[in-house]
């Protein structure tokens, strides 16, 4: 391809030629037509006091094409509940789009995650295709 080396990353390039980089092309969720990274959902999550660690993806819908999941790490002591994941997709809503919140949120013990630290996305899809519904999920 010329001078372009591919990588599968998703950004854009800003008035001065600067890049910003988004997310990377398979983390990319699209939810009825609307293409949603997953970044900034995330950001929002992790504003909330009880959120330890986060991590969103894609996961199958039949009429949306794919829905926000979040995966949840609450701090220690923080049980999930149904109360804070109401309160995490209100937080959501007032700060992004309408069509950014996670309509469904797992609560997990710990986020699979690289050698360097790095939270695998790849393997919350794959969790939830074995395991389907897992939004009341502890561990």
């Not at 829905?67 to 923080?78: S, Y």
């Amino acid at each position: 391809m010329g001078d372009w080396h591919l990588t599968g990353d998703l950004g854009t390039r800003d008035e001065d030629g600067y890049l910003w980089f988004k997310a990377r092309d398979d983390d990319l969720i699209i939810t009825s037509g609307y293409r949603v990274g997953p970044g900034e959902v995330e950001a929002a999550i992790l504003d909330h006091a009880s959120v330890e660690q986060v991590a969103v993806v894609g996961v199958p819908d039949e009429t949306r094409g794919e829905i926000i999941k979040a995966f949840v790490q609450p701090v220690a002591g923080e049980a999930g509940s149904d109360e804070l994941r109401e309160a995490i997709q209100q937080l959501v809503r007032d700060r992004l789009a309408k069509y950014e919140y996670p309509r469904e949120i797992a609560f997990v013990e710990s986020l699979p995650q690289t050698t360097t630290g790095k939270i695998q996305r790849r393997k919350l899809r794959e969790r939830d295709a074995e395991d389907g519904d897992t939004t009341t999920e502890t561990g």
